[in-house]
């Protein structure tokens, strides 16, 4: 199977989590796709000066691969710069946010995994 990209599904969530401004998920798998092993796995677009709010995960982990752009990274509290090429990993029990504090877009993928 292929999906081309006029065939992705987008969404445009305002305030996710308690951030600023406006983050588009564009779904590359869905739920049912990924065979019950998580919920998520979709490309974010972040515009300047907009974030998604800091947030945990229960029961699941969260991993951001970096594809263009640099942010402000909030791991548990720790405040790291990401930029293109840069991983993060939010395991079960812990907490993140990210911010787009750069002049461009901020171009993640994000996947959910279950526990």
């Known amino acids: 199977m292929v999906r081309k990209q006029s065939e992705q599904k987008g969404t445009l969530n305002m ?5 600023d401004g406006e ?3 564009e779904a590359l798998l869905s739920a049912d ?3 019950g092993k998580g919920r998520l796995f979709s490309r974010v677009v972040i515009k300047p000066g907009c974030s998604i709010g800091y947030h945990t995960h229960e029961n699941e982990m969260e991993s951001y ?7 402000e990274y909030d791991d548990n509290g720790n405040t790291v710069t990401i930029s293109a090429g840069d991983v993060t990993l939010t395991a079960s029990g812990e907490g993140h946010g990210v911010k787009n504090n750069g002049n461009e877009e901020l171009v993640m993928l994000a996947l959910i995994l279950y526990k």
């Open 33 to 35: 796709e990924m065979y």
């Open 23 to 25: 983050i588009r998920l």
């Open 65 to 71: 691969a970096v594809l263009t752009g640099s942010g």
């Open 15 to 19: 305030n996710m989590r308690g951030g």
